[in-house]
Nanobody, 126 residues
Framework: QVQLVESGGGLVQAGGSLRLSCAAS????????MGWFRQAPGNEREFVAA????????VYADSVKGRFTISRDKANNTVYLQMNSLKPEDTAVYYC???????????????????WGQGTQVTVSS
């Protein structure tokens, strides 16, 4: 089992920045892919960004490319999502997720991820 705990959400004005953290513990996951997803009220959960733990390869949703950066700290078993130039449409609950299979290129589909955190709220005011 893998436990994922997100933190760093909050309220920020449009144009501002936030950094989300996802602390992972439990079973060895150093071959996993780690992803961030988000879900706004009334919407389906959507892919934001992902990184392969071993290779460091990253993928992004078009809506966040150039504004968000995903990274991982192997020593602290933590994945980060740096969010800059935030927009009101970025408002959502953000979830960290882990795909336990070896991936060079991480996947975008939520159903490929087996472990999920509890989510952290990000609210961007206009």
């Amino acid at each position: 089992q893998v436990q994922l705990v997100e933190s760093g959400g909050g309220l920020v004005q449009a144009g501002g920045s936030l950094r989300l953290s996802c602390a992972a513990s439990g079973r060895t996951f150093n071959t996993y892919a780690m992803g961030w997803f988000r879900q706004a009220p009334g919407n389906e959960r959507e892919f934001v960004a992902a990184i392969s733990w071993s290779y460091g390869f990253t993928v992004y949703a078009d809506s966040v490319k150039g504004r968000f950066t995903i990274s991982r700290d192997k020593a602290n078993n933590t994945v980060y999502l740096q969010m800059n130039s935030l927009k009101p449409e970025d408002t959502a609950v953000y979830y960290c997720a882990a795909d336990p299979r070896v991936r060079v290129v991480p996947l975008r589909q939520a159903n490929e991820y087996s472990y999920w955190g509890q989510g952290t709220q990000v609210t961007v005011s206009s």
